[in-house]
Structure formats: structure tokens, C-alpha cells
């Protein structure tokens, strides 16, 4: 067994067989993650249901007033950022023009992208948001350049390369 690993070792994978044999356990990840909020809220309804009505109630009053305060912060907070950026502003969507940007779609991704939508992260989030996969030109970094060659190949954007990053994006989580 250490010497097949050894073996294959040495070789460079390409991103998609790596991608491929590292699903399953992404897949695991995720679905350890969507099952810590419901195993935090039970714990606490537990917790509290073996309180005293005067411990509980003091507690559950502290618990209100603290989301009643966070809320209101958020609120106002909220307020003061959109009175001083002005989001949704028609003048700035003119500025900006039509997007020019190609999207790169792959059969394996939007498979693997249905496949991890079955199993989000977080279950409150998975109400409003998706996974999808999204593609990045990547400009490796070169500390030292000694060769004209090199120059001319990072001016060139020869070194680029495209790698997969998973994004969120709003939308109605259909599964």
C-alpha cells in the first residue's frame, strides 16, 4: 500500500481528477456542517427545559433583550450605510454597461454542483443561496525573474491559469 502511494506520488494529477477523488469527502464536510446548527439548538432547548422557571426565565429575558439590541444596531447600521452608498442607484447601473463576461459551463461541475446543493453547508442559507461553480484566471506569482523569457511569457499571460472556485450565489435553492 506505501508503495503504490509512493508510486503514484511522483506523478502530477491533473485539477479535475484531484477535484473527483476529493468530492466524497467534501461531500462528508458538508454534511457534518448542516448537522451542527440543529444538534447547537437542541442542546440549548434541552438545556433550558431542565432549568427552573426562574433560571429560565432570566435567562430567555436576557436572550430576548440581547437579540432585541443586536437587531436594532443591525437596523441602524443597515439605515446609515444605504443613506450614505445609495445601492440600486439607476445613474451607477448606466455607468457600468453590458457585462461582457462568458460564462464556462462543464457537464461534470453542474453535476457535482446539483450534488452539492443536496447537501449544503448550511441549512438556513440553502433557502436563499446555491453552490456554483465558477472558474478564476489565476497569475502564479514569480519572485525572481532572471530570464527575459520568463518576462516576456508573464506579459504574455502564457503562466495564467484557470482554476475552480465555488461561489455563492442568490437564488432560490431548488432541492
Known amino acids: 500500500m506505501v508503495q503504490a502511494f509512493a508510486f503514484f506520488r511522483r506523478y502530477t494529477h491533473h485539477p479535475s481528477t484531484v477535484m473527483l477523488v476529493s468530492f466524497p469527502g467534501e461531500l462528508l464536510m458538508r454534511m457534518l456542517k448542516m448537522m451542527i446548527l440543529p444538534l447547537i ?8 427545559s431542565q432549568l427552573d422557571a426562574k433560571q429560565s426565565g432570566k435567562m430567555g429575558s436576557l436572550a430576548i433583550t440581547y437579540y432585541v439590541l443586536t437587531t436594532v444596531i443591525a437596523v441602524i447600521t443597515g439605515i446609515i450605510l444605504v443613506l450614505t452608498i445609495h445601492p440600486g442607484d439607476p445613474s451607477i447601473k448606466q455607468d457600468l454597461g453590458e457585462g461582457t463576461e462568458g460564462k464556462k459551463v ?14 449544503p453547508e448550511n441549512i438556513v442559507a440553502a433557502t436563499f443561496q446555491q453552490a456554483q461553480t465558477k472558474y478564476i484566471t489565476v497569475r502564479p506569482k514569480i519572485l525572481k525573474v532572471n530570464d527575459t523569457l520568463h518576462l516576456e511569457m508573464l506579459n504574455n499571460g502564457t503562466l495564467d491559469y484557470v482554476k475552480a472556485a465555488l461561489e455563492y450565489n442568490d437564488g432560490i435553492n431548488v432541492l
Open 41 to 48: 439548538i437542541s442542546s440549548l432547548i434541552s438545556g433550558l
Open 106 to 119: 462543464s457537464t461534470l461541475d453542474t453535476l457535482l454542483d446539483l450534488l452539492r446543493n443536496m447537501f
